[in-house]
T-cell receptor
Framework: GAGVSQTPSNKVTEKGKYVELRCDPI?????LYWYRQSLGQGPEFLIY????????DSGLPNDRFFAVRPEGSVSTLKIQRTERGDSAVYLC???????????FGPGTRLTVL | KNQVEQSPQSLIILEGKNCTLQ??????????LRWYKQDTGRGPVSLTI?????NTKSNGRYTATLDADTKQSSLHITASQLSDSASYIC????????????FGGGTRLMVKP
């Protein structure tokens, strides 16, 4: 595709539920990043992939958060037992190699009631 | 601690006027500094990137400056347009962590007619 796409654009769930957020990077980009952005703040790093492997997951807040990229393209961010504090916009970005410019998707707005 | 601080938090200017946004960082080691523009509901889009040896970089009406000694950067917007209304985020990359980015909180700019 022309850019990074993310689905769904909006997700409303109840506290305690499980959610999956999907990211389709730009074709051919080997590096993929997940960020979380709270209202009025800059994005906060969660995890990044180089190919299929998570090169750095130090930003994941706790073990309820997990991300995969099984074929080195599409990635899924998974959140178990959601809490109200998980409400935020989850941004995905990709780059052609690890030190290149990152191109961001539009984000998924997650609301936990 | 690696931090990026931006000021002001928000700014309102009249169409056609100039403005300057500030960014101070304590990120170390330093690889590059980028300014991103983020429209409401969209992912950030890169405006400029500067490495240690670059003092200034322009992109149309946007001019970024970098003082690596004082660890300060500015983004100057000339002859503002209504479409400049957005959040402007300063992002610093560390050179020993792949492409790990530290984001500032952003300056929310509103251009009024």
């Amino acid at each position: 595709g022309a850019g990074v796409s993310q689905t769904p654009s909006n997700k409303v769930t109840e506290k305690g539920k499980y959610v999956e957020l999907r990211c389709d990077p730009i074709s051919g980009h080997t590096a993929l990043y997940w960020y979380r952005q709270s209202l009025g703040q800059g994005p906060e790093f969660l995890i990044y992939f180089q190919g299929t492997g998570a090169a750095d997951d130090s930003g994941l807040p706790n073990d309820r958060f997990f991300a995969v990229r099984p074929e080195g393209s599409v990635s899924t961010l998974k959140i178990q037992r959601t809490e109200r504090g998980d409400s935020a916009v989850y941004l995905c970005a990709s780059s052609s190699y690890v030190s290149d410019t990152q191109y961001f998707g539009p984000g998924t707005r997650l609301t936990v009631l | 601690k690696n931090q990026v601080e931006q000021s002001p938090q928000s700014l309102i200017i009249l169409e056609g006027k100039n403005c300057t946004l500030q960014c101070n960082y304590t990120v170390s080691p330093f690889s590059n500094l980028r300014w991103y523009k983020q429209d409401t509901g969209r992912g950030p889009v890169s405006l400029t990137i500067m490495t240690f040896s670059e003092n200034t970089k322009s992109n149309g009406r946007y001019t970024a400056t970098l003082d690596a000694d004082t660890k300060q950067s500015s983004l100057h917007i000339t002859a503002s347009q209504l479409s400049d209304s957005a959040s402007y985020i300063c992002v610093v990359s560390r050179n020993n962590a792949g492409n790990m980015l530290t984001f500032g909180g952003g300056t929310r700019l509103m251009v009024k007619p």
